[in-house]
């Protein structure tokens, strides 16, 4: 029975609150799971309108918040949604998200789900999907990019994309599947999942040559052709292997997007992509260009991407740097904005991934002489390593709240801290800056 799961579930949520241990993000499902594997499928079916999934190595929290954003004030805010909020995306978190929204009972009462998805977790999440046809239930998958992440867990992105490809082959006929026609990786599985049919296949693109690196970046993933094997071609390339692509030997190429400008409320590169994939799929809706731009004027970032702290007077600004390719946009972003002082926090714990080599594609040297570093975090040593490779101005400080107040003493009134961690590593910074957990 799911009621005494649910029961269950909304007691963890409510002692987690209370005691402040968090926000009850994963276990409500690791126990309604242990007790009901299918649990997920059955919170499903209940959803009326449709499900969206949105998964990739990078901007799954900041797609799927400003897809609810839009929904939940289009037509006045008609539309009830489901998200996973917390951040959440293994089954676990998913689960814990119908949980802490439906009934004692278990019904749940929602238009739209729209959940992120761990990378991993993609196959499974489709293998529960059994779209309601009584009511027409829509299916949408998003798909913004694969790149380097925790390797350790997850292995190279071509075993991430081989799943991705199987789970895309299950999905209804009529299910809508929206990908980054600039990332080879993503583009080829509309290719395959789909051959010879263009019905429900979605391409989002960046076409703009003022934004071509002048040169290719170490993070780099996806650079052969996934038909032949050919090195790939790049026309430009805008970050990482996310460009304007094609195989010389076989002719497979970029897909035309199907839209490639709209002005992103967030600064960055990585923020105009998943912007466009927020558009995409609303305008699949039916949702109008004049309801999208009003939603989206006053969009806020979700916690650690590029949320804003005011300390004494000062401001701190977490951007979420986890990857390689991550890392190098959210330097940029930050260089852009003029950084002064950085905070670097390295964690090896499992959301992070074990092994941090891969803080050696990062490309630390951007960064100009005159900006200040501080390593931070249970790796702080390992990044202060590859920081003085790079020649900074650098200090490290393995105590993370020592190492905050530090870099907020050496900046004035007004100016901002920035600071750039992995994944634990910025729940660390949330709890210190606002005394709670997220999770």
Known sequence: MIFPLVLIGKLIYFISNTFNLGSGGTWPGEVALYFQPKILDYFFSQVKKGIILIAGTNGKTTTARMLRQILTQFDKGHYRVIHNDSGANLLNGLVSAFIQQS????????????????????SLVISNLKPQTSNKQKVIVVLLNLFRDQLDRYGEIDVIAGKWSKALKKLPKDAKIVLNADDPLIAHLGMTSRPGLKAGVYYFGIDDTKSFLPEMEHATDSIFCLSCGNRLSFEGIYYSHLGIWRCEKCGEKRPEPDISKWSS???????????????????SLGINDKQIKEALSDFSPAFGRQEEFVVNSKKIKIFLSKNPAGFNESLKTVLSLRARQLLFVLNDYIPDGRDVSWIWDVDFEMIPSNVKVIASGERAFDMGLRIKYSMKQLRVIQNLKEAIYSGLEAIKK????????????????????KGRKIL
């Open 103 to 122: 009934s004692w009972i278990g019904k749940i009462d929602t238009d739209w789900a729209i959940l992120e998805v761990d990378e991993n977790t993609l």
């Open 265 to 283: 409320p967030l600064p960055g590169l990585y923020n105009q992509y998943n912007t466009l994939a927020t558009v995409i799929v609303a305008k």
């Open 414 to 433: 007004g100016e901002t801290l920035y600071v750039l961690p992995t994944y634990s590593a910025m729940l660390e910074v949330r709890k210190i800056l």
